[in-house]
Nanobody, 121 residues
Framework: QAQLVESGGGLVQPGGSLRLSCAAS????????MGWYRQAPGQERELVAS???????NSADSVKGRFTISRDNAKSTVYLQMNSLKPEDTAVYYC???????????????WGKGTLVTVSS
């Protein structure tokens, strides 16, 4: 099994920045795609950005030019640098990783429990 733990959320003023981190632990053999999703109150969970093992990235149009996703394979960690934050970025942010574990011997998606980002003056 694997576990994901997010950190870095909080309250920030419009125009400010935050950096989210998500670290995986457990019986990890390999981590494939890593991603960040968010869910605002009353809305569906949506993809914010993702990054493959080969460092190809994809991001939602609403965050292009403001958010940057990156990964550190040695630390089993994915980051989301969020700049020029807007009130509409307020949401719970979740990380997701596709992980190949050795115990049990399987590959599946794992989710973190989420970290709240609030953008408000």
């Amino acid at each position: 099994q694997a576990q994901l733990v997010e950190s870095g959320g909080g309250l920030v003023q419009p125009g400010g920045s935050l950096r989210l981190s998500c670290a995986a632990s457990g019986s990890i053999f390999r981590i494939n795609t890593m991603g960040w999703y968010r869910q605002a109150p009353g809305q569906e969970r949506e993809l914010v950005a993702s990054i493959t093992r080969g460092d190809s990235t994809n991001s939602a149009d609403s965050v292009k030019g403001r958010f940057t996703i990156s990964r550190d394979n040695a630390k089993s960690t994915v980051y989301l640098q969020m700049n020029s934050l807007k009130p509409e970025d307020t949401a719970v942010y979740y990380c997701k990783m596709n992980i190949f574990t050795t115990e049990p011997y399987s590959m599946k998606d794992y989710w973190g429990k989420g970290t709240l980002v609030t953008v408000s003056s």
